[in-house]
């Protein structure tokens, strides 16, 4: 009878979420030992029925990250969260996915997006909606009143999507500077001193800057480079 009832509590442990290390160690045993016990007495240490991520990828028919992304984005939710971050899932998520797939489809071609893509089915049609500026009047007036009827239900999401533009914008003009600039090696490094070289990319949080001289590409500190002056520039 003691035994019984020490094994039906770690059976309770076992469903309430706690993890077979948690259930081991509350009763003096091993991780295997919890497992053994458990699979030999009720058949399987699986919580509830519910499934793991991976196995709800497999049988969705999707990847695990297609899986985390969903999640991210409110469309499914978790049936419990278990030692460190494992995640466990209803049956019925599935049925979710599947119908998310279905519903999601290429604003193109009108075909399902595969798990793998986010927006457009394939390359061809990312390519095509990026014809923007040869659609009809008529059809950018629309996409244009599309885009702000989302804004204003969306403003959080909006938001972020600006900010995020914002500093894309903001690197690929700082590279285009650093690029069409002229630099001179002006402190001791791996080049000789006044060598002129071109800057690839800079490291802010680095403090370091990718350059370019002949057929070589180093690494150095951002200190090491001037800027040259327009005087000096002509000169050369």
């Known amino acids: 009878m003691v035994i019984q009832t020490r094994l039906d509590t770690m059976h309770q442990m076992r469903q309430s979420g706690a993890t077979l290390d948690q259930v081991g160690s509350r009763f003096g045993i091993t991780r295997e030992g919890a497992r053994q016990l458990l699979t030999e007495h009720y058949g399987s240490t699986r919580v509830r029925e519910l499934l793991t991520a991976t196995e709800l990828a497999r049988l969705a028919g999707c990847t695990w990250k297609y899986i985390d992304k969903l999640r991210l984005q409110g469309v499914i939710r978790p049936a419990m969260v278990v030692g460190h971050g494992r995640t466990l899932w209803k049956p019925e998520t599935i049925v979710t996915i599947i119908m998310y797939i279905d519903r999601h489809r290429?604003?193109?071609?009108?075909?399902?997006?595969?798990?793998?893509?986010?927006?457009?089915?394939?390359?061809?049609?990312?390519?095509e909606a990026r014809r923007y500026k040869n659609q009809p009047e008529e059809a950018r007036r629309r996409h244009?009143?599309?885009?702000?009827?989302w804004r204003a239900e969306h403003p959080?999401?909006?938001?972020?999507i600006q900010q995020r533009s914002q500093a894309k914008q903001q690197a690929k003009r700082s590279l285009q500077r650093y690029q069409t600039v002229q630099y001179v090696i002006?402190?001791?490094?791996?080049?000789?001193?006044?060598?002129?070289?071109?800057v690839l990319s800079y490291q802010t949080a680095r403090g370091r800057v990718r350059v370019e001289w002949g057929e070589q590409i180093v690494e150095l500190p951002f200190s090491c480079v001037k800027r040259m002056e327009k005087e000096a520039v002509a000169a050369k």
């Open 186 to 198: 002006w402190r001791k490094c791996l080049f000789p001193l006044d060598t002129v070289v071109r």
């Open 106 to 127: 290429c604003p193109v071609c009108h075909q399902p997006v595969p798990s793998n893509r986010q927006v457009y089915c394939s390359h061809g049609c990312y390519l």
């Open 156 to 160: 959080e999401e909006a938001k972020q």
């Open 144 to 149: 244009r009143e599309m885009v702000n009827r």
